[in-house]
């Protein structure tokens, strides 16, 4: 009997130290669900980024909306690319905008903005884990910088490539930023055949 209580203390003392750590967590590090990095939202639709049915290439630049200069360059002159490929390769192309700043930057903000540039051009947004994963799986420089004394409060310090993807995600080729669309519109050709159609 003895040794039935002592057995049921230690269980009980386990119980309540599991349950005060668990409850002691920084519940910022798990207030976000954990969803597939490639399920991302634009408008009022969730989008898989990764979906093998869909046998397009993704060409996908990481920027946000409040950039100042070198986002809209940039998509601008993915839309000029876009403007001027034939109709089967732009059918063979799946252009991507995905924010890198997921706190100002809802899906239907990421959407409409992407959508300025080219109605082709689907905008994205992730949750915070989301982003900050897709950041580390392709590379992407990410920098938050503080603006003292100023609306923005922040910006994001970040590299600017063109980063063309498979279906199932797996980085093809990256461009890097370009103020002539037609670097871009040279290695399309190339880029879809290394790719096979469904």
């Known amino acids: 009997m003895k040794y039935q209580w002592m057995i049921l203390s230690l269980a009980l003392i386990a119980g309540l130290t599991t ?3 668990l409850d002691s967590r920084d519940p910022n590090l798990s207030s976000e669900p954990d969803y597939p990095i490639n ?20 060409l996908v630049y990481f920027g946000y909306t409040q950039c100042p200069d070198v986002c ?3 998509l601008a ?17 799946w252009p991507v905008f995905i924010t890198l700043d997921p706190e100002r930057d809802d899906a239907t903000t990421s959407a409409n903005y992407a ?18 994963a897709l950041v580390e799986k392709y590379g992407v420089l990410k920098i ?8 923005l409060e ?16 797996e980085l093809i080729e990256k461009i890097p930023h370009l103020l002539n669309p037609a670097p871009l519109v040279n290695a399309i050709p190339d880029i879809i055949k290394q790719v096979p159609s469904s």
Not at 84 to 90: A, D, F, N, R, V
Not at 144 to 151: C, F, Q, V
């Open 19 to 21: 349950s005060y750590i």
């Open 72 to 74: 809209p360059t940039s």
């Open 77 to 93: 002159v993915m839309s000029a690319a876009l403007k001027q490929l034939p109709s089967e390769q732009l059918a063979q192309i």
């Open 115 to 132: 959508k300025h540039f080219h109605p082709m051009i689907s905008g994205m947004t992730g949750t915070n884990k989301q982003t900050e």
């Open 154 to 169: 922040y910006a994001i310090d970040h590299n600017s490539y063109f980063y063309f993807l498979s279906p199932e995600g």
């Open 144 to 151: 938050r910088t503080e603006l003292k004394d100023s609306a």
């Open 39 to 58: 399920i991302l939202e634009s408008g009022d639709t969730a989008i898989d980024l990764y979906n093998p049915t869909d046998s397009r290439v993704r």
